[in-house]
């Protein structure tokens, strides 16, 4: 399993659940609904077709400007009779309007160099406007990029802030974005970040250990907190800062060695992740259980099987609170499988029929995509984050 960012509470350690509660107060943000999200790639993809095309303007004038060079070289030669050099130079002289003339020209020689103006001085002047139109298109992209960018950061709430656009950061915010999901990521690289800008994610350069920075990334509003950088000493300190500045703030940290674990969690993280732990596990159990992580990558990953594991909220309104597993007829109409019930005195797995189901449980289910938005539906709850 490549690495990737888990949880005990957010996503699991072996199954990449998906909750099927929307993010803030009960719908997806439009900045991060699908529909933004398809626009937001046809802008992406709008911004490389112009800059393909100047980039393929440009090689078309360059070639013909070396063509115009070689045919002005040639025809001197032939027709004036002049040394191959001479004659390329009288063409740089041309193109360049120095006008040095090497040697005087005859008739048929000063109607040559009348179309090598025309046509040579021509293509100069139309590849300095392509040139500048390229580098003002650049600038100007960047700029109001940037400002774009913070505008959308400035109005995210219950979002997520990666901080480290490594492994662990990136795997975190493919996740995250395969949901669809809110985040920002704080990255000190600016080169880094450039590395990421055709994925459309909200970026932050900046030092995550900086108070400034993470208020720049609305951290007050801001539903969680990943501290995934590559050393633990900046973990800690990140985990530091962010607890200071939301006390309510949930914040998983990546932890290098075993011993950072409980600095971690003293320093106010809430959930640690050792990847190197995990991959550990994860190489162990491929040995001993085949067959488990065979049907957890079906279940995850969908090789094979269209199947996921997620979790549905009971709301105070939904109509299978009150009901039984049986009564509620989740598994006849839905066709989604009730592996466990989450609640706060505990996790009860594989439920009895006759277990009832109250308002504040979880429901832990297995299904098909669409069965498990359709038992989402029924629940009467709302795409949100997450919850232990």
């Known amino acids: 399993m490549q690495e990737r960012f888990v ?29 933004t999200e398809r626009r937001s790639v046809g802008t992406s993809e709008r ?52 006008g040095d003339q090497t040697h005087s020209l005859s008739h048929a020689g000063r109607v040559f160099n009348v179309i090598i103006i025309l046509g040579g001085v021509s293509l100069v002047f139309l590849a300095i406007g ?15 990029g940037r400002r774009r960018m913070e505008r959308d950061i400035g109005r995210l709430s219950g979002h997520y802030i990666i901080c480290g656009a490594g492994r662990v950061g990136r795997s975190a915010a493919r996740e ?74 949930r914040i998983i940290a990546r932890a290098s060695e075993e011993m950072a674990e409980k600095h971690l ?37 969908h090789l094979g099987m269209d199947l996921e594991i997620g979790e549905v909220p009971i709301t105070p309104r939904s109509p299978c609170a009150g009901t039984t597993i049986e009564t509620s ?7 989604v499988i009730i592996l466990a019930i989450k609640r706060q005195a505990g996790m009860r797995f594989n439920p009895a029929p006759d277990d009832r189901i109250v308002a504040g449980d979880f429901l832990i289910a297995m299904g098909e995509p669409q069965q498990l938005r359709e038992l989402e539906q029924t629940a009467g709850s709302q795409a949100s984050e997450l919850k232990s």
């Open 47 to 98: 911004r490389n077709d112009g800059t393909m095309r100047t980039s393929r303007n440009l090689k078309f004038l360059a070639a013909a400007l070396a063509l115009v060079v070689g045919l002005g070289t040639l025809g001197f030669h032939y027709i004036e009779g002049w040394p191959w050099f001479d004659g390329f130079y009288m063409v740089i002289t041309t193109l360049t309007t120095i």
């Open 329 to 335: 007829r989740i598994r006849q109409d839905r066709g």
């Open 130 to 144: 392509s040139l500048t139109q390229a580098l003002l298109e650049f600038e100007l992209q960047n700029f109001f």
């Open 265 to 301: 969690r003293s320093a106010g993280a809430d959930s640690v992740v050792s990847p190197y732990i995990f991959a550990g596990q994860r190489i162990a159990h491929s040995f001993l259980r085949p067959h488990v992580v065979s049907f957890l990558d079906a279940a995850t990953t």
């Open 7 to 35: 949880s005990g509470h957010y996503l699991t350690a072996c199954v990449r659940s998906q909750s099927y509660t929307h993010l803030s107060r009960g719908k997806l943000d439009p900045l991060i609904s699908p529909g």
């Open 176 to 249: 995250l974005a395969r949901r669809p999901a809110q985040f920002v990521i704080v990255e000190n690289n600016e080169s880094k970040a450039q590395k990421f800008a055709s994925e459309n994610w909200l970026m932050l350069v900046g030092d995550a250990t900086q108070e400034q920075t993470l208020r720049d990334a609305q951290i007050d509003r801001a539903g969680g907190l990943v501290a995934a950088t590559t050393t633990d000493a900046t973990n800690l300190y990140i985990v530091l800062t962010a607890r200071s500045l939301n006390p309510n703030l």
